[in-house]
């Protein structure tokens, strides 16, 4: 989504009824007004590049929040040639003072997650819930980061091509300036979480967040500073989507990007182009398998988590449902009711179960998709109506049954809060099923077999499989690396992929003593025999 558009009436069938229930508002609730001053948007952007003018708008209410800077191609430019200035100077600081900056972050976020989570509801609709996720996922990577980049990005020897003869060092070098193009639904982790390790490693950023969603990246970026990284080193670019990204991939040394496949193989080859590297996380149609052993109380409540999660505006949320034929009646039933239960909320408070859709196009696409489901013979479960008494883009948490090919919410990325049932009687078959999508960005079992559990897990093709839950715990992991396989993405961040990708390698070999070539009076026939022998003993000896 680019800027946002006046609230527009929904296509969902004007003949259903809403049934799920308002969490009400606590009493002096704060409202936008009261949190995005004038006082606190000139503060957020004075960093940005930006010579035109923008604007945001809030998802709770479709009216404006905030008018920003808008950046222009030249305004790129001037952002990356500040932040290769600064760069320089940022590179020779020591890892550890550098990681310094990420756990006093860490502390500030948790100290002040109160204004954050107000700017990621008022920014994407969220329920306070949903976007406490994303103060927990940034203060993690922050600690993660802050502790390990110095082991990460250490010096390291190797065996040489002549062991006590060669000595062999890899060292790391930043790769200069990250270009960051960062998506709407989670503008804290997807933005300044994903930065973390590009500056930790030595490197400056230029970041082109969603103008939708800006001010909790500012914000971010408000807090780093405090916390000592020196600004000129964290750029801001503002601006249609279109015109300010190409701008980005243009200049950057290594491009991250997170957002749909369409725009991400753009991003590709632009970044191909030019031959800098590349990391993309991109859409996914994720599988929940519930297997005839599972814990179906369990396995109901997880679903409610792993597909309506920021209203589906996930990733990593689940779309596709397969459940047993013996348990799936048990299982509709107890996640139909909860579904049906979960508490809609249009407030600055905990409380709601769910929040709003981002904005107009989301709300177009999940209303065509289930409509269409239902006029060719989908099953609404429960769900499937837009609830404007709300607010203009919520739209119930919605289960579809008897789905199939070739209606769109089958096949494509639906992101929003919806998710088809499929029953299965193969083990075999549902595995294969759940592996013919496009995509391979995430998956979940559910099984009291832990071993079995791990088995299928082993054979689904996602970047990450979740046993028992539905997508938290191997995201949360942030030692282990998390990303798509096939049309889900290139690359992965967490663990040491997610920092030494913004990284070059360097190999420093130090010959001693003879060199590479025949010495000491050796014919060539001489020296080719004693290497012939050395490798012999190389292997004998068993080294690598």
């Known amino acids: 989504m680019t800027d946002a558009q006046a609230p527009e009436k929904s296509t969902a069938s004007t003949a259903r009824t809403g049934t799920n229930p308002v969490a009400p508002a606590p009493a002096g609730a704060r409202t936008a007004a009261d ?3 004038p006082e606190l948007v000139a503060q957020l952007t004075r960093g940005v590049v930006g010579s035109g003018r923008t604007a945001n708008h809030a998802p709770f209410t479709g009216e404006k929040l905030a008018d920003l800077p808008e950046s222009t191609p030249e305004d790129v430019a001037t952002a990356f040639e500040r932040a290769r200035a600064a760069q320089a100077v940022w590179a020779k600081e020591p890892v550890r003072k550098r990681a310094a900056v990420l756990l006093r972050f860490h502390d500030l976020v948790l100290e002040r997650q109160a204004e954050v989570l107000d700017l990621i509801q008022l920014e994407t609709g969220k329920a306070r819930l949903h976007a406490h996720e994303e103060v927990q996922a940034v203060a993690v990577a922050a600690r993660h980061y802050g502790r390990k980049a110095a082991s990460y990005l250490r010096p390291k020897r190797h065996t040489g091509a002549v062991p006590t003869l060669t000595k062999v060092t890899e060292i790391r070098h930043p790769r200069g300036v990250i270009g960051q193009i960062a998506p709407w639904n989670y503008p804290l982790e997807l933005s300044v979480g994903d930065a973390l390790p590009a500056f930790v490693a030595g490197n400056a950023v230029v970041m082109k967040p969603d103008t939708e969603t800006c001010l909790t990246a500012l914000w971010a970026r408000d807090l780093l500073i405090e916390a000592g990284l020196p600004a000129e080193v964290f750029q801001v670019v503002l601006g249609d989507g279109p015109v300010v990204g190409p701008e980005v991939v243009k200049h950057a040394d290594y491009v991250s990007f997170t957002g749909s496949t369409r725009t991400g193989r753009e991003v590709a080859q632009g970044a191909a182009a030019r031959l800098v590297g590349v990391s993309l996380e991109l859409g996914g149609k994720n599988a929940m398998l519930v297997l005839k052993d599972a814990d179906i109380e369990k396995a109901a409540a997880g679903a409610v988590r792993a597909c309506f999660s920021s209203a589906g505006q996930l990733c990593i949320s689940i779309e596709r449902l397969y459940v047993h034929e013996s348990v799936a009646d048990e299982f509709v039933q107890r996640f139909a009711a909860r579904t049906k239960a979960m ?21 177009e696409t999940v209303s065509r998709h289930v409509d269409e489901a239902v006029a060719k013979g989908a099953t609404l479960v429960a769900g499937g109506v837009a609830r ?4 203009p883009y919520f739209y119930e948490p919605t289960i579809l049954d008897g789905v199939e ?5 089958c096949e494509e990325e639906t992101f929003g809060p919806v998710v088809s049932l499929y029953r299965f009687t193969d083990e075999d078959a ?7 999508t496009a995509y391979g960005l995430n998956s979940s079992v559910w099984t ?3 071993r079995r559990g791990r088995e299928v897990a082993a054979r689904l093709r996602t970047g990450t499989v979740n046993i028992n839950e539905g997508y938290a715990p191997a995201y949360g992991s942030v030692q282990s690396p998390m990303g798509g396989m096939k049309d889900s993405g290139l690359g992965r961040r967490h663990g040491s992929e997610g920092i030494l990708k913004y990284t070059e390698a360097q190999t420093v070999a130090h010959q001693r003593i003879m060199p590479m070539a025949p010495s000491f009076g050796m014919s ?3 020296y080719a025999a004693f290497m012939s022998r050395s490798l012999r003993a190389m292997k004998a000896l068993r080294l690598r």
């Open 35 to 37: 949190v995005v001053t």
């Open 343 to 363: 508490r809609l909320g249009n407030s600055l408070a905990y409380g709601a179960d769910m929040g709003s859709l981002v904005g107009p196009r989301q709300l």
């Open 388 to 391: 404007p008494d709300i607010g």
């Open 405 to 409: 090919a070739p209606m769109a919410v």
């Open 430 to 436: 549902v595995i294969e099923q759940a592996n013919s």
């Open 448 to 450: 009291k077999d832990a």
């Open 524 to 526: 060539d026939e001489k």
